[in-house]
């Protein structure tokens, strides 16, 4: 299934509503239509590409490669995915959401996806699967929603 970048910031701006200021400042999208995955197809995307940090590497525990780098290496491996495997016509709707979230006590970043079935989700792409959970676990103080 597609859709329009106006129909994905309608539903993002439903969800977030209370949660942030002002949208035409902070919320950016690339192309024009969206490919929304199912559910099953994100977590096979997952499985097929999960980014795994090494604790014992120089950078980790600085900013070197944080939450924000997650995030964006996340955005670029679905691009990839979608190029050499899954070659959908458009952009999944999967972006980059900077905010406040219910598993750390500190300004995020990581994934969001809209799937085709089950709505918006969240994805933590350095827990893997375990990191995919519902938009709710968002608490707010979002800065900077990317597609």
Known sequence: MYM???TIKGK??????GKTKEFSHFM?????????????EFK???????????PHNPVSGTEG???????FVCKGYVSIYN????MKKHSWA?????GNFTWVDEFHATNWVLTKHDGLFLFEPQMGEQGLM??????????????
Do not use: H
């Open 134 to 147: 519902r938009f709710r676990e968002c608490k707010g103080n979002v800065e900077l929603v990317l597609l």
């Open 12 to 17: 993002l701006q439903y969800a977030l509503r």
């Open 44 to 54: 096979r995307y997952i499985r097929i590409y999960q980014i795994t940090v090494s």
């Open 65 to 71: 490669f944080d939450c924000d780098d997650f995030s």
């Open 94 to 98: 999967v972006g980059i959401i900077w």
């Open 83 to 86: 190029r050499k495997l899954a």
């Open 4 to 6: 329009e970048k106006d």
């Open 28 to 40: 950016g999208f690339a192309d024009r239509k969206f490919y929304l995955p199912t559910l099953a």
